[in-house]
């Protein structure tokens, strides 16, 4: 009998083998065959893919093309004297960076576009962008040349038709490359207008213009009127008609008269600037400025006409992958069945296993945690899985689950009450430090009141005030573990105040400088935290930046509500740093002490979880000292204006007006 049972069990074993042995086949077939079709797949959607890629970084470089422009010109007109440009230039100094800004975020893509060769280019991208600053100040500080000033903004404009040529180079077609190249005479042509626009403008202003800068002002507008001639006899259809319509108008005719008004008048040397010109140099700025976007939207759409080509050819493409691919995978799976069709007991065992453990996973084990989390007392030998798969391999992999799910429900039940006890003694010794606290700041309250010895008060103030940076962080505990601290403020305080309470929470406040804040208040739901957020963020400052330098605190109403601004003089931190420390901003961990061995800091939770509370938005980045600059965005449900009558008042949408 024993002899039967052990042939039986046997052969059982070589037909598992052997049947196991078809299904790897099987499988590895079916990866072959799949893999195949999913290489021609994408090798098909290339074109589809660069399509969508370069799409996505035409609307950014046009807005950073024009914003710098801009910049350009009023930078060279503020150089010439023209004080009234200061308040524009100030505005278009933030175009630029949001759209510098929105041009870096698509450095991925670059890079995307040409893997090989990319590199080297964004470098000195970079090297030009981080002069920006450099110039920004030396026209402020009226000391810096207008050809510097003309030369940077320029390689900057410049750097975006460059990466115009580079995405024609590598585009997937010799067509899409061919219109993509045309698309940039263009921008060429709307650049070198803004380029003979600014020095033509700089002249009129202030009366000058020397023989060799009417030469470069003649060599821009010959550059202009070239590129668009260029432009009419390559372009077709509805962008030729667009382009047509462009030089028909009536600003193109102004643009042009203008520059064959200078170019004939001459070198000139003081006297008005204005003589004998058909329009004002504002009319003229205005017609440019038509000329120039019209131009760009031109590029755009001829651009959007060769990625559109693109789009159509890697679809097509796709489509013919695909049936191929098809028919490799129909071949595979055919295989693939016929293996599964002779080992259709075993697998049936297999997917009847595979689904009771995933129902262990994913509904009880959870439902288990969930009830301990709860508090509920959970008895984990009733609970645990009873898999019975028999007694070969198959059964014992099954016995396995059965302990392994035992396990998982003790140490999870285990960590919860761990959890739990921790928890309460973290709250509680946070309540009685609390208590402490409070009744120390009304002694020192008391004794600050009857002491008339300036020394001797002078002494209970700096106790006050480490006894308030303790209160701090006993709430940071109260805070972490889940509760409110105990200050509330039911009616809007003045931002201004919150601010300086904040700043005299900190441990080095008399290196905080509060700047002008603008007359707004915050809702008192929200005050106890916003100072406690201010105060970890302005600690923070002072203690990362050198003891003789200040942290300016500054603030000012934005689109979406108030931001107030942290800005230190110190070494900064990494790029990697800047963007883990953002994303935990944005969606801070839950806090545990498990947290607490990590490297993050604990103030930084501590921000977070009342940034989240609210719906306020911290985020750091490099400030202009090269330390560290954070914008404390407090939303618009928050915030009012104190004066109902004042201009910001309409800035509060969430906030109904007082009567």
Do not use: C
């Not at 800004?101 to 030009?128: F, H, Q, T």
């Not at 115009?164 to 042509?189: F, H, W």
């Not at 921790?422 to 009304?442: C, K, M, P, Y």
């Not at 957020?533 to 300016?552: I, K």
């Amino acid at each position: 009998m024993t002899i039967r049972r052990t042939g039986v069990r046997g052969r059982v074993s070589v037909r598992i083998r052997l049947l196991s042995m078809v299904l790897i086949s099987s499988i590895m077939l079916l990866v072959v065959g799949g893999g195949g079709a999913v290489y021609l797949v994408n090798s098909a959607r290339d074109s589809t893919d660069w399509a969508e890629l370069a799409s996505s970084t035409t609307a950014p470089a046009i807005l950073m093309v024009s914003a710098f422009q801009e910049e350009r010109r009023l930078s060279l007109l503020r150089l010439a004297g023209d004080v009234s440009s200061a308040p524009a230039l100030s505005t278009a100094k933030q175009r630029s960076d949001e759209a510098l800004a929105a041009v870096m975020a698509k450095g991925d893509a670059a890079r995307a576009l040409n893997p090989d060769g990319s590199r080297e280019d964004i470098e000195g991208y970079n090297k030009l962008f981080s002069m920006v600053p450099t110039v920004r100040t030396g026209v402020e500080l009226l000391r810096i040349t207008p050809d510097e000033v003309f030369a940077v903004y320029t390689g900057v404009i410049g750097t975006i038709i460059a990466a115009s040529m580079l995405a024609a180079r590598v585009a997937p077609e010799a067509k899409v490359g061919i219109e993509l190249g045309y698309a940039v005479e263009q921008l060429r042509a709307a650049e070198a207008l803004s380029q003979a626009d600014t020095l033509g403008s700089v002249a009129v202003t202030t009366g000058e213009m020397s023989a060799a800068q009417l030469v470069d002002f003649g060599r821009r507008v010959g550059e202009f009127r070239g590129e668009a001639a260029y432009s009419a006899t390559v372009l077709k259809g509805r962008r030729l008609a667009q382009l047509s319509e462009i030089t028909a108008s009536p600003q193109w005719q102004q643009v042009i008269a203008m520059q064959d008004a200078l170019l004939l008048r001459g070198p000139t040397s003081g006297g008005d600037g204005e003589a004998g010109l058909p329009i004002g140099l504002v009319a003229w700025q205005d017609a440019s400025k038509y000329v120039g976007l019209a131009l760009q939207k031109l590029w755009e759409d001829q651009s959007g006409d060769a990625h559109a080509i693109a789009r159509d050819q890697g679809e097509r493409d796709t489509g013919s992958a695909l049936l191929g691919g098809a028919l490799i995978a129909l071949a595979a799976v055919a295989a693939f069945l016929l293996a599964l069709v002779m080992a259709n007991r075993f697998i049936a065992r297999m997917h009847r296993l595979r689904h009771d453990t995933l129902e262990l996973a994913h509904e009880r084990l959870p439902e288990v945690m969930r009830r301990v989390a709860a508090g509920e007392t959970v008895d984990t030998a009733a609970e645990a899985s009873h898999l019975d798969f028999g007694t070969d391999e198959l059964g014992q992999v099954a016995a396995a689950f059965n302990r392994a799910h035992v396990a998982a429900m003790s140490a999870a039940v285990a960590e919860a009450q761990t959890k739990a006890g921790i928890s309460t003694v973290f709250l509680d010794i946070a309540h009685r430090s609390q208590v402490v606290v409070h009744r120390q700041l009304a002694l020192l309250d008391r004794a600050e009141r009857d002491e008339s010895n300036a020394d001797q008060l002078d002494l209970l103030f700096q106790l006050d005030h480490l006894a308030t940076r303790a209160r701090r962080n006993a709430e940071n505990l109260i805070i972490l573990g889940g509760e409110q601290p105990g200050r509330r403020w039911r009616k809007p305080v003045p931002l201004l105040e919150l601010v300086r309470g904040a700043i005299a929470e900190s441990l080095d406040y008399t290196r905080i400088v509060a700047k002008q804040m603008p007359d707004v208040r915050v809702s008192g739901l929200a005050v106890a935290d916003v100072i406690h957020l201010l105060a970890e963020l302005m600690d923070n400052a002072t203690a990362f930046s050198p003891p003789e330098t200040q942290v300016v605190v500054s603030g000012i109403v934005v689109g979406r509500g108030v931001a107030v601004e942290i800005v230190d003089q110190g070494l900064g931190m990494t790029e990697i740093d800047v963007a883990e420390r953002n994303a935990m901003l944005a969606d801070p961990p839950a806090f545990s002490v498990g947290t607490l061995a990590g490297t993050s800091r604990l103030g930084l939770f501590v921000v977070a979880t009342l940034a989240g509370r609210h719906g306020i938005s911290v985020r750091l980045s490099e400030s202009v000292y090269g330390g560290v600059r954070v914008v404390v965005l407090i939303p618009s449900a928050l915030a009012e204006a104190s004066d109902p009558e004042s201009a910001i008042s309409g800035q509060f949408p969430a906030v109904s007006p007082r009567p």
